[in-house]
């Protein structure tokens, strides 16, 4: 009996060799990369499209499969012929409103298949763009007389991979909102179906990370292994089993691949955001950036109750509170969650109980916000639906125009129940039209949303800047009551390059006190100059300071989170091994002045960092943040030193990271 391997390498010389057959009967295109490295290959063998991607003389992905099964029983990408080839090119610099870099270079060759199956009498269009970090690829149906509306059962769409690749995954459907613990694992391993974005590092030393992009009206795409290392495609269905209902024309999401040399360059990758379409929101002035405190963690610490009781954290007086620490230490927002009625029932059950216009009697909206208007602190919104959507759409007009009303501008959204109304996965095409609908009808009224238990983000933000940020990971709640004791350690060093690498993330960070009266055994299982270091490694244009005012008041680390910016000229990673340690230096967008962030896992590590990011020709008083002699994730997590010293771009800088420890950095420009 032939070996697992033996069988894997015979499949890939089998593909290889008919590759290079129908190479030779001419339907085979391709393109290159404006830098000629990233070559995008597609080829007709006997009418089965297949696409192919090489970097230099690495190949990335071996000839893999493209198309469709449809409800009617026609199968697309079998059967094909091409009719028409065009090729374009586009470059472009477009700056963001927000974000971890100002300016996005958009760069790429394009190619258009055109493609006829007489079979199935239906013509389609394959778009390919190359970029220099990597592919994508999208399928176009225009309108036809033999199509229309048209029902999708599956999508054929293959990732072949050159090698048995180590992935870094979390299972697409037996966990629930994407918060999940992250395995490492051979691709061929992967016991499961996941979601993405997949991160893996291949046999090659490359890094790859495979996404989608502008998942608008579309079911979300997960993958899973098979025959050894050709992923599958496998779209999120709905509760009766179709996948999509579509109708021409037609666009897919895009299919892409950030293809890397070194893990950094997978988080300075825009590739996702340039398979976006461009800002749709005219006048986006009103769209800001923000740190917010909130009535939050004491909730999830069993302090406060969400619902009205003698523990209620969301009452008039408690908020006010809130608004003062937040007008004292610069932060913009404060988020209030359970400040209206529907709490007091099982909501995760009866989420349609929810009334977004109608506070609890505790709970004055209107003196809270005059209060904060006075203070130049605005409340942050909250809409947790349990999942109701149709309760929450009925009302989205509504509770939106409540809202702008009194002055409140970015609201946090919630769908905490394992299926949408009941009966609908989040990711399927279901969750995705809901998603939309909500960053809509917010714009109209100039809300900014961020949205926990969401579909995993696909670049939406640059049509919508008001989709500030999201959920979709396990966040920092996990440590306050999870039963498998909180994130590990190496938690930090992980999610950036997987779902963070889908946009903005929520994890909420800043503890400051690491004790867990509650549940003793659940920990925070890093140090708290880690936790300073996330405001530079994790992006999120509305960044949340996460812990009670009383456990910050008189704490001097307190002033790092009141000076971090969160939106960026630029972001440049250092160092970066994934899981292991991550150091991000990141330039403010209204000064000259740097922050860098530096977290390793549950491994003591010392680091010689090269000071050479900085402009050159200035000085900086850097301000660090670092574990103190005696600190440990485990024993002393609050040991912090903060040194200051004079230093300029030719110079080095040592740092020692504790054990789940990290270094955070703010070179004040002189
Ligand atoms: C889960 C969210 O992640 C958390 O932030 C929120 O407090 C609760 N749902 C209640 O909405």
Not at 174 to 191: A, F
Not at 341 to 369: S, V
Not at 468 to 480: C, D, H, I, L, V
Not at 552 to 558: A, C, I, Q, R
Request: a negative charge.
């Amino acid at each position: 009996m032939k070996s697992r391997k033996q069988l894997m390498i015979a499949t890939v010389l089998a593909a290889m060799l008919l590759w290079s057959c129908s190479n030779s009967k001419g339907q085979s295109q391709g393109i290159s990369s404006p830098d000629g490295k990233v070559k995008i290959t597609v080829n007709n063998h006997d009418g089965q499209i297949f696409y192919a991607v090489d970097k230099e003389e690495t190949k990335i992905v071996l000839p893999s499969k493209l198309g469709f099964v449809l409800k009617d029983g026609r199968v697309i990408g079998k059967k094909m012929k091409i009719t028409n080839v065009k090729k374009t090119s586009f470059n472009e610099t477009w700056e963001q409103p927000w974000g971890e870099k100002r300016l996005i270079e958009n760069r790429y060759e394009e190619m258009t298949v055109s493609l006829k199956s007489n079979a199935a009498k239906i013509a389609i269009n394959l778009i390919f763009r190359a970029y220099n970090d990597g592919i994508g690829l999208r399928y176009d149906i225009p309108s036809q007389a033999s199509i229309d509306s048209f029902i999708i059962m599956d999508e054929l769409t293959e990732f072949a991979l050159a090698g048995d690749e180590n992935a870094w995954w979390t299972t697409a459907y037996k966990g629930v909102y994407y918060e999940n613990i992250t395995q490492l694992t051979p691709v061929s391993q992967m016991n499961d179906t996941v979601s993405l974005p997949l991160t893996l590092e291949t046999q090659s030393n490359k890094f790859l990370a495979i996404h989608e992009a502008n998942l608008t009206n579309y079911a979300a795409m997960n993958l899973y292994a098979s025959h050894g290392t050709t992923l599958k495609c496998d779209l999120t269905p709905w509760s009766t089993g179709e996948k999509v209902f579509a109708k021409t024309p037609f666009v897919s999401p895009w299919r892409m691949i950030i293809i890397a040399d070194r893990p950094g360059d997978l988080l300075t990758s825009s590739l996702e955001l340039n398979l976006n379409d461009p800002c749709k929101i005219d006048d986006t002035s009103w769209i800001e950036t923000g740190r917010y405190i909130g009535i939050w963690w004491g909730m999830h610490m069993e302090k406060y109750t969400w619902h009205m009781g003698p523990k209620h954290g969301a009452t008039t007086e408690n908020t006010m509170r809130y608004i003062d620490f937040a007008a004292q230490h610069g932060f913009s927002g404060v988020l209030v969650e359970g400040w209206n009625t529907g709490w007091e029932n099982d909501w995760t059950k009866e989420g349609d109980k929810f009334n977004f216009t109608q506070p609890y009697p505790d709970f004055d909206i209107e003196k809270i916000t005059a209060y904060g208007k006075q203070k130049g602190v605005k409340l942050v919104g909250h809409h947790e639906t349990g999942g109701a959507t149709i309760n929450y759409e009925k009302q989205l007009d509504d509770a939106f125009a409540f809202y702008q009303k009194l002055g409140v501008n970015c609201v946090k959204t919630g769908y905490v129940s394992p299926l949408l109304d009941g009966k609908e996965r989040h990711s399927s095409q279901y969750g995705v039209l809901h998603f939309r609908k909500v960053i809509e009808t917010a714009a109209k009224y100039h809300i900014m949303i961020v949205n926990h238990e969401p579909v995993i983000p696909t670049g939406l933000r640059r049509t919508y800047p008001n989709l500030m940020s999201g959920e979709g990971m396990r966040g920092q709640e996990y440590n306050a009551w999870s039963a498998d004791g909180g994130n590990p350690s190496e938690h930090t060093t992980i999610i950036p390059f997987t779902r963070g690498l889908a946009g903005p993330m929520d994890y909420t960070p800043g503890v400051f006190n690491f004790e867990n009266p509650v549940k003793p055994n659940t920990k925070v299982k890093t140090t708290l100059a880690h936790q300073l270091a996330l405001y530079v490694t994790i992006y999120a244009p509305w960044q949340m300071a996460c812990d009670l005012p009383e456990n910050y008041t008189g704490n001097p680390s307190l002033h790092f989170i009141e000076q971090v910016p969160v939106n960026w000229e630029q972001t440049k990673v250092l160092e970066a091994k994934i899981g292991d340690f991550l150091i991000t230096t990141r330039k403010d967008r209204d000064s000259d002045n740097w922050y860098m962030g530096a977290i390793t896992d549950e491994n003591s590590r010392t680091f010689d960092i090269d000071l050479s990011f900085l402009d050159k020709d200035k000085k900086y008083r850097a301000i660090i943040y670092r574990d103190g002699p005696n600190a440990g994730w485990k024993t002393n997590p609050t040991d912090v030193n903060i040194e200051e010293k004079i230093v300029s771009s030719d110079q080095k800088l040592q740092l020692q990271l504790a054990e789940g420890g990290g270094t955070a950095v703010r070179f004040e420009c002189l």
